[in-house]
């Protein structure tokens, strides 16, 4: 999701529309005061067809007591954390992200950006559950990089793997029959997600998929980009 009050323009940015290319190719024109959400999955913040910043997403927060010490064992730090210091209390301040990478249209647009223009991407629905799909067990781990440059992961982010779900998980040499097999038990499927409506909990894939993307599209876009023809658009 970038936000540009230098050209008024907010770009919304759904799952599995080759989104973060698009935000790569016009971050580039974005001002200092702009906001970058960028990504948090590794083989994209390690590739350099993703370089582009984070910029004015961060909220710092205070975390006190167990909360401090959770996120210390977390982020892998909890060594640091000696019995005295324990004993005696912890805070700890991190940066948060102001606004999810695929934050929706109703958690961005106020007073200020309601007259932005709003630009988002669609794509075949079948395309982005197939994409979707192959996605969930085989994304790259999520995280940040700390400021020893030390990637910490993310152990938040829940999903699917194929040791744990191999009677659903896609593999190469599947013939078209299983992975039409495969994909009809993923949709019926319930997991935890974690996307820009915070943690939910128990969720059916398919549901909680399509619910997601239709938030993307209740508001009158001004420009929307299709990811058939994205190039040209």
């Known amino acids: ?101 695929h934050a929706l249209p109703s958690q961005v647009l106020d007073e200020r950006t309601s007259s932005y223009k709003k630009i988002t991407i669609v794509r075949n629905p079948w395309d982005m559950l197939v994409s979707f799909f192959w996605w969930s067990f085989y994304t790259s781990p999520a995280g940040y990089v700390d400021s020893k440059g030390v990637a910490r992961l993310d152990n938040s982010n829940l999903g699917f793997n194929v040791s744990s779900h191999p009677e659903a998980a896609p593999v190469g040499s599947d013939d078209i029959d ?28 398919l549901d909680w998929f399509v619910g997601i993307s239709q938030e993307f599209y209740k508001i009158e876009h001004d420009i929307v980009l299709r990811h058939e023809t994205l190039q040209r658009d």
């Open 1 to 101: 999701m970038i936000v540009s009050h230098k050209n008024q323009f907010v770009f919304f940015k759904p799952m599995k529309v080759a989104g973060s290319s698009v935000e790569v190719a016009i971050s580039q024109h974005c001002g200092e005061e702009d906001i970058l959400t960028r990504t948090n999955h590794f083989d994209e913040l390690d590739s350099s067809d993703y370089e582009y910043p984070t910029r004015n997403n961060s909220i710092k927060r205070e975390l006190v007591g167990d909360e401090a010490l959770l996120f210390m064992k977390e982020s892998g730090n909890i060594d640091r954390v000696t019995p005295a210091l324990a004993k005696s209390g912890i805070t700890v301040e991190i940066f948060e992200p102001r606004f999810h990478m």
């Open 178 to 205: 299983t992975l039409r097999r495969k994909l009809e038990i993923f949709c019926q499927m319930r997991g935890d997600f974690r996307g820009p409506r915070g943690l939910e909990k128990n969720q059916n894939v």
